[in-house]
Each structure stands twice: as structure tokens, then as C-alpha cells.
């Protein structure tokens, strides 16, 4: 008997476009509300006790937030159709593990190459997808993140690379053979690999912030900024990734409040934009304290470096009433699954040399999960082409 399937969701969002798009790969109907209407955002709320995007509740009763495509796959499928599924062959020369700005240009060139290549990854596009406009791709300006990521997707299948919507969970070598496992059981192996997981979102550690994580506490503008339209909302951190979401957010928020722990270092054309945004206050040289609130988040509370002048009780504790907070302190290399097999700095980048070499043969790495310097989508394609170039070489010495 087919479910009664019900999606709240953003157009622009991301992970909302992931779930639809395993609902158009099943063939499974369901009903959408865009909560960029008030009425559909307050129903979600009601219903999901979340600030957050995407809500789907099945059949009225099982309810999963996020693109949790795992829990969706046991609730929705029965196992006659996920025995459709073409099964994943076991041995490759190359898998790529990683399917965004460094995975998927290596993708591509591997297929150009000829090469029997698996790319295991989770959501196609990365944290790219969550760029809602790029100004600064060479040719191709104000392109939002996830059309970008869509076209070079799109190229990389066309030469014939098998992709894998699945995520690394561990990998050894044994007898010159990398053996990988994923999230959903797939067991593969491959004669070279190419890490290209990126990085994920950093959390300030601030009392309060798991606690109110989707109601409230958020890191992507793109997915759940619609929601705050007419509300007070803080921006975490003083990078390009603070000053785009504080851009984004300017022009659907009441009052946009900058949280700055030292000074401002990203680039100065943002910076001047969001100085002329007449709805945004700076708060420079502060750290947050607290994230507070009853059943969603009410304020921040935050700290003076070095103590100085504060409103409440001269107690070196400010407080900012706001019903959101966006995190945009910067990422975290996504590098857990690499640890114990390959050398990383101490900032658990993984170190790789010119040639996207690292100091275990066969296995290589690029993008933002390494240890170059540039962290940017242009230098991540790149890096992703070199990483297959010498892998390629690896294989066919």
C-alpha cells in the first residue's frame, strides 16, 4: 500500500532537494509545502518542534527531519525495491571517496581516462550546494552553488564514472588494496584512492548550541534562512562564510548581529556591502558565552574580550535578544574515516605534497580536506584534476 508522504521545504535548500530527489528516484509521491509561506512554516513548527528544513512526516505519524535518506530508504522501501537497486561492484582501480568541488573534476577526468572508478558520496555538490550565489568562479559569475556543482555532476556521469550515494565510514590497506566500508554496508576495493571529503561546519563549543540545534541554532542560510523573515537573528564569526550568511540574511531579517571574536578578515568587498546593510550591528571583540531561550532560542549571551564595558551589572556579559543564530566560525576538515592510515597536521588536514601525494603510495587527496593553503571552489577543481593525474600514473606504472 503506497505512504502518504509530506515534505516542508525551502526551493533553494540543499538537503530538501536531496530528499526530492530520492522521492523522484522511487517513484514516490508526496506532498509539498514550501514554508517560505508563514502559514506552511508555522504548521511545520507546530508539528516538528523545528526551525529546520526539511520536514517529512509519512504516513502522519513517522516524522524525519534532515535529508536522512538512510531512515527514509527503511521506512519507504520495501525489500523487493531496494533489491532493484543495481548491486555495486566490489573491485576498482580507483574510488574516489568525496563527490564535491575536488571529487567530482577527478570524476570526470577518470572517465576521461578510462579508468574503472566508484565515487562514494553522500550528497553530490558538497557544502558548494549550500552557496546560494558564487561571484568569484572564473567565467561563469553569480551562479548558485548547487547549478555549479550540478553541470560538472552532470559532465562527470556522462563519461561513464559510477557513483555510489553512500558515505565512508572506514578504510585500510592490506597487500597493496585499499578496503573501503560505508554507512549502508557497501564493501569495496580499489588499487588507488582519492580522498576528497571537504570539511564540515565548526561549532563555537558555547553553552546552550547543541541544545537548540534546529530550533534556533543553525549553518546554513540558504536551507533555513527563510524562516527568520522579520526576526532578530546573530551571525558567528568574521570570514567570507560570517559575511555571506550575514549578506543573505540582511535582506530577509528584522536586525542581523554580527558576532566577532577579534576583527573582521574576510574579503573587503563583502565587508563593504554589509556595511551599507542599514539593519546589521557589529559586536567586535566579543565571544559567545550562552545560547539561551525556552522552547526555541531567545538571545545570546556574550563576552567582552578583555573585559571592558558591558550593559548588564558591569558583569563582562552582554545580552542580545535574537529567535536565530547562524554559524559561520568556519569548517572543519572532514578527515575521521582517514585517521590511524594516513599523516595529517594538527589541525587533521591531510598533508599532501605538489602532486596531491600523501605518504601512503597509491592513495592520494585534494580539496579542502588537505593541507593546501587556498580553501576556495576554483583551487579545489584543481586540485581534484592533479590528485587523478597522479593517480592515474600511480595505476598505470
Request: aromatic share 6%.
Amino acid at each position: 500500500m503506497p505512504h502518504t508522504v509530506e515534505i516542508y521545504s525551502l526551493p533553494d535548500c540543499p538537503h530538501c532537494k536531496n530528499v526530492k530527489a530520492f522521492f523522484a528516484k522511487h517513484n514516490i509521491e508526496y506532498t509539498n509545502y514550501d514554508v517560505s509561506d508563514s502559514a506552511n512554516a508555522k504548521k511545520m513548527i507546530e508539528l516538528s518542534g523545528q526551525r529546520g528544513v526539511p520536514v517529512i512526516i509519512i504516513d502522519g505519524k513517522e516524522m524525519v527531519i534532515g535529508d536522512d535518506l538512510m531512515k527514509l530508504q527503511i521506512l519507504l522501501l520495501d525489500e523487493s525495491s531496494m533489491q532493484k537497486e543495481a548491486p555495486i561492484k566490489a573491485d576498482h582501480e580507483l574510488v574516489i571517496i568525496g563527490a564535491g568541488a575536488a571529487g567530482l573534476p577527478a570524476a570526470l577526468y577518470a572517465g576521461r581516462k578510462e579508468l574503472d572508478t566508484l565515487v562514494i558520496g553522500g550528497a553530490i555538490g558538497g557544502m558548494v550546494n549550500q552557496s546560494k550565489t558564487i561571484e568569484n568562479y572564473p567565467g561563469i559569475p553569480d551562479v548558485p552553488g548547487d547549478v555549479l556543482m550540478g553541470k560538472i555532476a552532470d559532465h562527470a556521469k556522462s563519461t561513464g564514472v559510477e557513483f555510489l550515494e553512500d558515505v565512508g565510514t572506514s578504510i585500510v590497506k592490506k597487500g597493496g588494496v585499499f578496503e573501503i566500508e560505508t554507512l549502508n554496508g557497501n564493501k569495496v576495493t580499489a588499487k588507488a584512492v582519492i580522498a576528497a571529503t571537504g570539511r564540515i561546519p565548526r561549532f563555537s563549543g558555547a553553552k546552550g548550541e547543541t541544545d537548540y540545534f534546529g530550533k534556533g541554532v543553525a549553518v546554513c542560510t540558504t536551507c533555513d534562512g527563510p524562516l527568520y523573515k522579520g526576526k532578530s537573528v546573530a551571525v558567528i564569526g568574521g570570514g567570507n562564510t560570517a559575511l555571506d550568511m550575514a549578506l543573505e540574511l540582511a535582506d530577509i531579517a528584522s536586525e542581523v548581529h554580527m558576532i566577532v571574536r577579534s576583527k573582521v578578515r574576510g574579503d573587503e568587498i563583502l565587508l563593504n556591502r554589509l556595511k551599507a546593510k542599514k539593519n546589521v550591528v557589529f559586536h567586535t571583540g566579543y565571544e559567545i558565552e550562552e545560547i539561551y531561550g525556552g522552547e526555541f532560542v531567545e538571545g545570546v549571551a556574550l563576552k567582552k574580550i578583555g573585559g571592558g564595558i558591558t550593559r548588564i551589572f558591569k558583569s563582562g556579559i552582554e545580552k542580545v535578544p535574537v529567535e536565530g543564530v547562524f554559524l559561520g566560525i568556519g569548517l572543519n576538515p572532514n578527515t575521521a574515516m582517514f585517521e590511524g592510515l594516513v599523516e595529517m597536521n594538527a589541525e587533521k588536514e591531510i598533508i599532501v605534497n605538489e602532486n596531491c601525494e600523501t605518504n601512503v603510495e597509491g592513495f592520494f587527496a585534494a580539496g579542502d580536506s588537505t593541507s593546501i593553503k587556498a580553501k576556495q571552489i576554483a583551487s579545489s577543481l584543481g586540485e581534484g584534476v592533479k590528485a587523478l593525474l597522479s593517480a592515474y600514473d600511480y595505476l598505470k606504472k
